[in-house]
Nanobody, 122 residues
Framework: QVQLVESGGGLVQAGDSLRLACVGSGRTDGWNTIGWFRQAPGKERDFVAAITKSGGVTTYADSVKGRFTISRDNAKNTVYQQMNSLKREDPAVYYC???????????????WGQGTQVTVSS
């Protein structure tokens, strides 16, 4: 099993930045593609970004392209999500999860963290 713990969420103003981290432990030989998702109250969980095991390939939801950047440091078992120019539509609980493949959907993501809250004030 892989355990994931997210951190870095908080309350910021519109236009500010945050960097989220997802730290993995346990069977990190299963530390493959990592995806970030978000879920706002009353809404479905949506894909945000994902990165392959090597870090060589990334993919983003259209809503965050150009503002969010996903990266990873495999030596630290950590995946980051730099979020710049935060908007009023970005607040949500942000989750990271593992997948064998790079997919911009919920399909195949098996291990999940507990989430970290991002709140944006106008």
């Amino acid at each position: 099993q892989v355990q994931l713990v997210e951190s870095g969420g908080g309350l910021v103003q519109a236009g500010d930045s945050l960097r989220l981290a997802c730290v993995g432990s346990g069977r990190t030989d299963g530390w493959n593609t990592i995806g970030w998702f978000r879920q706002a109250p009353g809404k479905e969980r949506d894909f945000v970004a994902a990165i392959t095991k090597s870090g060589g390939v990334t993919t983003y939801a259209d809503s965050v392209k150009g503002r969010f950047t996903i990266s990873r440091d495999n030596a630290k078992n950590t995946v980051y999500q730099q979020m710049n120019s935060l908007k009023r539509e970005d607040p949500a609980v942000y989750y990271c999860a593992t997948n064998r493949f790079l997919r911009p959907t919920l399909i195949g993501y098996d291990y999940w963290g507990q989430g970290t809250q991002v709140t944006v004030s106008s």
